[in-house]
């Protein structure tokens, strides 16, 4: 597996009681960012967590934030994503009408811009858009829900996604999210993946974060 594969622990599956600790823990252990997802309920068939918590975290932790906005109309909360510290803002293709605006507005704030697709979602939607993005996350899961299991199928959309990026010398980031574990993992770094977002098998291994960390960078080395 590739060395320079990033790990983005989701923090969807975090005890949300504990939140600062656990995200100290991941950090000491070797994250690279730290994913937020936030749900509104329209987008996705689930609530999680917004603002407030992204200005904490922010404030808590020098790990960049990963924000994975799964909600309708995110250009109308870009600005307040943006100032509350969010380094990386991905909105969903799905989501956005106007796409390239909304990637520019992401980048015109010194925040860089992602676009993510969902499972059934064709690469081509996003074909005239990668230019303008920084960072390309695809979903392995449908999303709204942690712990759900990695769509295969996924694989061969990530490899197709590298070869689009490099056939046109395109460097955005390609992350990928949803059914992670330490089995799939090489196979979807093998695919092209650079980020992983991990929730479940990191939050909640029995193992520990510690551990479960350790064992993705085991993989990685
Ligand atoms: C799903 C979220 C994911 C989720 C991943 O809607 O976007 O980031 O937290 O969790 P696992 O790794 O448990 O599938
Ligand atoms: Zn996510």
């Given at each position: 597996?590739?060395?320079?594969?990033?790990?983005?622990?989701?923090?969807?599956?975090?005890?949300?009681?504990?939140?600062?600790?656990?995200?100290?823990?991941?950090?000491?252990?070797?994250?690279?960012?730290?994913?937020?997802?936030?749900?509104?309920?329209?987008?996705?068939?689930?609530?999680?967590?917004?603002?407030?918590?992204?200005?904490?975290?922010?404030?808590?932790?020098?790990?960049?934030?990963?924000?994975?906005?799964?909600?309708?109309?995110?250009e109308n909360y870009i600005k307040q994503f943006a100032a509350a510290g969010a380094a990386i803002i991905t909105?969903?293709?799905?989501?956005?009408?106007?796409?390239?605006?909304?990637?520019?507005?992401?980048?015109?704030?010194?925040?860089?811009?992602?676009?993510?697709?969902?499972?059934?979602?064709?690469?081509?939607?996003?074909?005239?858009?990668?230019?303008?993005?920084?960072?390309?996350?695809?979903?392995?899961?449908?999303?709204?829900?942690?712990?759900?299991?990695?769509?295969?199928?996924?694989?061969?959309?990530?490899?197709?996604?590298?070869?689009?990026?490099?056939?046109?010398?395109?460097?955005?980031?390609?992350e990928v999210d949803g059914g992670i574990n330490v089995s799939n993992a090489p196979s979807i770094a093998k695919?092209?993946?650079?980020?992983?977002?991990?929730?479940?098998?990191?939050?909640?291994?029995?193992?520990?974060?510690?551990?479960?960390?350790?064992?993705?960078?085991?993989?990685?080395?």
């Amino acid at each position: 597996m590739n060395n320079k594969v990033k790990l983005a622990p989701s923090i969807l599956s975090a005890d949300f009681a504990h939140l600062g600790e656990q995200v100290d823990e991941v950090a000491k252990a070797g994250a690279d960012y730290i994913h937020v997802d936030v749900m509104d309920g329209h987008f996705v068939p689930n609530i999680s967590i917004g603002i407030p918590i992204i200005d904490s975290l922010h404030r808590w932790t020098a790990l960049p934030l990963d924000v994975h906005l799964m909600i309708e109309k995110p250009e109308n909360y870009i600005k307040q994503f943006a100032a509350a510290g969010a380094a990386i803002i991905t909105v969903h293709i799905e989501a956005c009408t106007h796409i390239h605006r909304t990637l520019e507005s992401i980048r015109e704030l010194g925040v860089r811009a992602g676009v993510s697709l969902n499972p059934a979602t064709p690469l081509n939607l996003i074909d005239e858009a990668i230019m303008y993005a920084d960072l390309v996350l695809v979903m392995s899961v449908n999303p709204g829900f942690g712990g759900q299991i990695f769509i295969p199928e996924t694989l061969n959309k990530i490899a197709r996604l590298r070869r689009m990026l490099n056939d046109r010398h395109l460097e955005a980031e390609i992350e990928v999210d949803g059914g992670i574990n330490v089995s799939n993992a090489p196979s979807i770094a093998k695919a092209g993946a650079q980020v992983l977002a991990v929730g479940n098998s990191i939050f909640q291994a029995k193992e520990g974060i510690t551990k479960a960390i350790k064992r993705f960078r085991e993989i990685r080395n």
